[in-house]
Each structure stands twice: as structure tokens, then as C-alpha cells.
């Protein structure tokens, strides 16, 4: 039998709803692999469309016979070139009434994130041509969708090593199931084998032979195909990225619209290197300085 009490129904227009002081933000993945690559030609390409890279190749060596005309040396060189026709952009319009009546800054926190969005795509976004690229690394290793091993990464080292690939600068950028399937492995997190401690924090410190350990979920992945991954293995010289104009914010006020339209672009691409070898003469780069390592 009701008793007409006051109840959260009858009192609901007494109740307000509070609003939080912040906004809770969307989770972002790690965005340093621009860090990790190579970026010494953007700043050359102030007009044009085009970087050439023109390569130098060692000197032929030959052995001098008594009594007979030695033989001059000469390589026709080649070059590789890097096109940067990629612009992607993030645009909105913030009528006046919605930034006078929100409780938050509205233009200015989707300014913000815009930067995260480009970078995230340049990074590891399908559309950017950048996933596409360990799947066409000539060197390879492990089996998609399979853990890798330290064999794996041993072998890694060794066609950097074949390559003649220096040893400073290389990095090892990971997706979170190659990173999780390292965890599980003893020379990673056993104290006999090293003092970084991956068991207490959870993540390999310090270098995975020689490389600087970075992980990412936007690390590639298998287009299309779920619990497969492309984890890099590479030095700094393999890949070059281009951004000929970096995040840029442009504004205007739309007066029929009553508001401040933003605009947030990027023009670049991400292109892998092709190094000459040290054979003498050689005229024919190839992309050793970089192996892709395939997993989960």
C-alpha cells in the first residue's frame, strides 16, 4: 500500500545532473615512429613535389700490371626518388551559440586533438601508404599470426649485420601482441639475463639486441586479417618520412554560418630508403637496413 513519500520520481525536478569538471578524452595510441625514422629531406622540399636522393657508390679497385695502362673507374649513378602526394586533413565548423553555451571550450579542444588524429593516421593508418610497407620489406622474419622468438629477432640482427647496417640508431617498433609474446620470454625478463626489470613494469626496457624497444598499436598490421602483425626491426636510415608541411591550423570566420571554421592539415609521405651496398661499383640499392618482423 503506497504511503506518498517523497520519492526521486516526485522530486525529480529538485535533482540536478552534474556535469564534470573535464572532459573524459578518448584513449591515444603511441605516436613516436616519425621520431624513429628518417626526416633530414623535408626541410628540402620547400616547393615541388619531388625529393631525389642521389646515391654514391663506392669505387672499383683494380690491380695495376707492369708495362700496361691502367683502367679509370667511373659508375653511372642512380637515385631514388621520394613523391609526397599524401594531404590529409581534420575540418569543423563551431557555430557561435554551441562555444557561448558549452561548458567546455568546444573549438579548442577539437584543435588540439586534431594533431593527435593526423599523426595517428600518418603513423599507422591503412589509407596512409605506411602499412603497406613492412609487408614489402625483402627481409622477413617469423610467421604471421605466430609469436615471434628470440630466434626470430636473432636472425633480425643478422641481416641488419649482413647489411653492414650500423649499430647505433636501430629501433625495434612493436604492435602489443609481439611486445606481450617478448614478456613471455627469459632473456627478456629473467635477472640472469638482464636488469631492467620487464617483470616488475610490465615492459622491456633498455635495447632488444641493439635496438631502442617502442610499442604501439598502431604498429601495421595484417590488413584484413585479425591477431596478425608487422613489427619493425629496422635503423633510422631505412625509412625516410617527408611531412612538407607539418600539422598546420588554418581558421576563418563563416559569417552565414555564424561560427569559426578550423581546418588541420598535413602534407607528407613515408617511404622506404634503398641503400647501395659496399660492393665496389654496385649501382644497385636494395632496402637492408630494414626486416620486418611478422607475429600477432
Known amino acids: 500500500m503506497a504511503i506518498n513519500t517523497v520519492t526521486v520520481t516526485t522530486a525529480a525536478n529538485w535533482i540536478p545532473q552534474i556535469w564534470a569538471s573535464e572532459l573524459s578524452d578518448a584513449s591515444q595510441a603511441w605516436t613516436g615512429l616519425s621520431d624513429l625514422v628518417d626526416r633530414q629531406y623535408e626541410d628540402q622540399l620547400s616547393i615541388g613535389d619531388t ?8 669505387p672499383a679497385v683494380r690491380f695495376k700490371t707492369a708495362d700496361v695502362a691502367g683502367t679509370y673507374s667511373n659508375v653511372t649513378e642512380t637515385l631514388q626518388n621520394i613523391v609526397v602526394n599524401l594531404q590529409a586533413y581534420v575540418g569543423f565548423l563551431v557555430e557561435d551559440i554551441s562555444e557561448v553555451q558549452a561548458k567546455y571550450s568546444v573549438r579548442e579542444t577539437y584543435t588540439s ?22 609487408d614489402n620489406f625483402s627481409q622477413l622474419v617469423g610467421s604471421l599470426g605466430v ?8 636472425r633480425a640482427v643478422q641481416y641488419l649485420d649482413d647489411g653492414d647496417v650500423p649499430e647505433s640508431e636501430r629501433f625495434f617498433w612493436m604492435s602489443p ?4 609474446s617478448m614478456l613471455k620470454q627469459a632473456v627478456f625478463t629473467s635477472a640472469d639475463y638482464t636488469t631492467a626489470g620487464a617483470i616488475g613494469s610490465g615492459r622491456i626496457k633498455g635495447t632488444v639486441y641493439g635496438a631502442t624497444p617502442h610499442v604501439s598499436s598502431l604498429a601495421s598490421t595484417n590488413p584484413g586479417t585479425a591477431g596478425q602483425s608487422y613489427s619493425w626491426f629496422c ?13 598546420t591550423i588554418h581558421v576563418h ?9 578550423v581546418l588541420v592539415d598535413t602534407i607528407y609521405n613515408f617511404v622506404e630508403r634503398t641503400i647501395l651496398p659496399k660492393t665496389l661499383a654496385s649501382t644497385s640499392p636494395d632496402d637492408r637496413f630494414n626486416v620486418g618482423v611478422r607475429g600477432t
Do not use: C, F
Open 235 to 247: 635503423h633510422k636510415k631505412g625509412v625516410a618520412l617527408v611531412m612538407q608541411r607539418k600539422p
Open 253 to 261: 570566420y563563416d559569417l552565414l554560418n555564424i561560427g569559426w571554421g
Open 147 to 154: 609469436e615471434p622468438t628470440s630466434d626470430n629477432l636473432i
Open 177 to 180: 601482441g609481439t611486445h606481450a
Open 51 to 58: 625529393i631525389e636522393i642521389p646515391n654514391a657508390a663506392n
Open 113 to 134: 586533438k586534431s594533431t593527435y588524429s593526423l599523426m595517428a593516421t600518418v603513423e599507422g593508418d591503412v589509407t596512409s601508404g605506411l602499412n603497406s610497407l613492412p
